[in-house]
């Protein structure tokens, strides 16, 4: 909100007054001048949460008191909009805190080192490979960009502006312990930043597919979700600084995830199982229009992790199973389904799905849960129903019926996506609500 209200102010002139949940007020007046807006902008606080709420309930938080002054929320507007600017307020320019780090720090000890690296929180607390000069010089061998070629500009929380170069990406990757042929793949990673975040406990997912998987050695077999592989736990960890070095996240400054989500430790890190596909299956990458013969990186987020709990059995469909499954994850219409070769091959071979298409086809079709439960969920409630409102469907009908209505609420089968990883050593699947970005080629950064 304070980015619009900044471009509101300084491009047309315009006063604003920005409103904001209580939880992050706080950034917009702190962390969001000093590191992107360098003018203060004047906020007023209302209660969280916002999201999902009966009309009554935002009409107290109107008429009650303004979380940042105890005033009035109305008048607090007023004031906001009308009184003259303090001589604070008509200071220009990023303050001293927002002054680049120098190129290279003072040498000092291991111990010493570490420890400043941490509290000025560069690293994910666990102890990082010292960027020396020489190890940043072995690593750009990785890729034929140059080391100021600019990868990103606005990357930080929020929209800020945080232009980083290969070189920046480059001392990420020493510091996570990367091997120069990684290098393409984290420098491809760093260029989706911002990662999504949220106040509520969302993760994300990195997934490679193409040559690159076995050219640096990424698991895609046996154990291939867990931490039993060099490339997918480094190229997991990078995504970790990338986020707080480059994207600048601090809980409780520039984020404010109530929770969390334990697997932004190594943030889903994989390879999809190309060689174990089922024929006619085709690979993540091929479905979303890319070459086989090309290496592609996709970022998913999403909130919901669930487990199958046990292998599948013959003499009950799988896909009955996923259907159920999909009940909970009543939100954003978006589902990627994780699944071991040997269930993939029983979905073909046994129950006829001849592609990963004809799969997300029948969910879409059979997944259902109650129009209560859908509107229940706050993302759903807040994302949707302001769609509904405008009459767009199907939302808008889904708001019209009764909370215990059966709603078809993954109605895009494209949003249904199916990615196999696994060593068939057990027939078992997981499901998620993540949602998928645009994959973006590996070989670019080559």
Excluded at 235 to 241: D, Q, T
């Amino acid at each position: 909100m304070s980015r619009f209200a900044r471009t509101l102010e300084s491009q047309y002139g315009i006063p604003t007054v920005s409103l904001a949940n209580e939880n992050i007020v706080s950034y917009g007046i702190d962390a969001h001048f000093k590191f992107n807006t360098g003018m203060p902008l004047r906020f007023v606080g209302v209660p969280y949460p916002f999201t999902g709420l009966k009309k009554e309930a935002l009409e107290n938080y109107l008429e009650g008191k303004d979380r940042v002054t105890g005033k009035p929320v109305m008048q607090a507007i007023v004031e906001n909009l009308t009184r003259p600017l303090t001589d604070e307020e008509k200071k220009k320019g990023l303050p001293p805190e927002a002054k680049p780090e120098p190129r290279f720090l003072p040498p000092d000890t291991e111990d010493n080192l570490q420890r400043l690296f941490k509290d000025r929180h560069w690293t994910d607390y666990n102890p990082v490979i010292l960027p020396t000069a020489e190890r940043v010089a072995a690593m750009l061998k990785g890729t034929s960009h140059k080391p100021d070629e600019l990868v990103k500009k606005d990357s930080g929380v929020f929209g800020q502006i945080r232009p980083f170069t290969v070189e920046k990406v480059a001392i990420i990757a020493v510091m996570a312990g990367a091997k120069p042929e990684y290098l393409p793949v984290i420098l491809a990673l760093a260029s989706q930043v911002p990662y999504m975040d949220s106040t509520t406990s969302n993760a994300n997912m990195v997934l490679v597919n193409g040559p690159i998987r076995k050219e640096i050695g990424m698991n895609s077999g046996i154990g291939a979700l867990g931490p039993t592989a060099e490339a997918n736990s480094v190229i997991g960890r990078a995504m970790n600084l990338i986020h707080k070095i480059i994207q600048g996240y601090r809980e409780g400054v520039t984020g404010f995830s109530s929770l969390s989500n334990p697997l932004r430790y190594n943030n889903m890190t994989i390879a999809e199982n190309e060689e174990a596909l089922p024929e006619g299956w085709q690979p993540f990458h091929v479905v979303n229009g890319h070459k086989p013969e090309e290496s592609v990186l996709t970022v998913l987020s999403g909130w919901n992790f669930v487990n199958c709990s046990g292998s599948v059995v013959e003499h009950y469909p799988p896909q009955f199973l996923m259907r159920d499954f999909m009940r909970v994850l009543a939100a954003t219409g978006s589902a990627t389904l994780i699944m071991d070769p040997s269930v993939a091959y029983q979905l073909k071979n046994t129950q006829g799905f001849q592609t990963k298409a004809a799969l997300s086809e029948w969910l879409s079709q059979n997944a259902v849960t109650t129009a209560g439960t859908y509107w229940a969920n706050s993302i759903a409630s807040g994302m949707m129903g302001p769609l509904g409102k405008q009459g767009l469907e199907p939302y808008a009908g889904w708001q019209k019926v009764s909370s215990d209505t059966l709603i078809k609420h993954f109605p895009n089968p494209r949003n249904i996506r199916t990615i196999v990883v696994g060593g068939s050593t057990a027939s078992v699947w997981f499901l998620t609500d993540f949602m998928a970005g645009r994959g973006v080629s590996i070989d670019a950064w080559r």
